[in-house]
């Protein structure tokens, strides 16, 4: 069982929304930062948005600031969490697949620090 799993890619008209989840279990997430990255075809996988673990510092990537907005749930020393990434104002470039990771420790986001754990991504397409 991945201990990460995605959830609520689809297809969805430009300027629309959509709402990612990310499901954690089997491991004491609530002490992982935990974020978002994306790869459209032919492209590199690129960062997106990023939570800590208690969930007061949020980090976006310039292209999705103002539009997205990451946040958590958990409850404290349980191994459930779920993570969600709201999609407003979605445009044809944002289309991709959308990965779930997990870093430790998770105080903050490091992004250039390698992922402990990486889902197995869902898609979102957006038509013009």
């Known amino acids: 069982q991945v201990p990460l799993v995605e959830s609520g890619g689809g297809l969805v008209q430009a300027g629309g929304s959509l709402r990612l989840s990310c499901t954690a279990s089997r491991r004491p997430f609530s002490t992982y930062a935990m974020g978002w990255f994306r790869q459209a075809p032919g492209k590199g996988r690129e960062f997106v948005a990023a939570?800590?673990?208690?969930?007061?510092?949020?980090?976006?990537?310039?292209s999705v600031k103002g539009r997205f907005t990451i946040s958590r749930d958990s409850a404290e020393n349980t191994v459930y969490l779920q993570m969600n990434l709201q999609m407003n104002n979605l445009y044809p470039e944002d289309a991709a697949v959308y990965f779930c990771?997990?870093?430790?420790?998770?105080?903050?986001?490091?992004?250039?620090?390698?992922?402990?754990?990486w889902g197995e991504g869902t898609l979102v397409t957006v038509s013009s």
């Open positions: 990771a997990a870093q430790f420790p998770g105080d903050t986001w490091d992004v250039s620090q390698s992922m402990d754990y």
């Open positions: 939570i800590n673990r208690d969930g007061r510092r949020t980090y976006y990537a310039d």
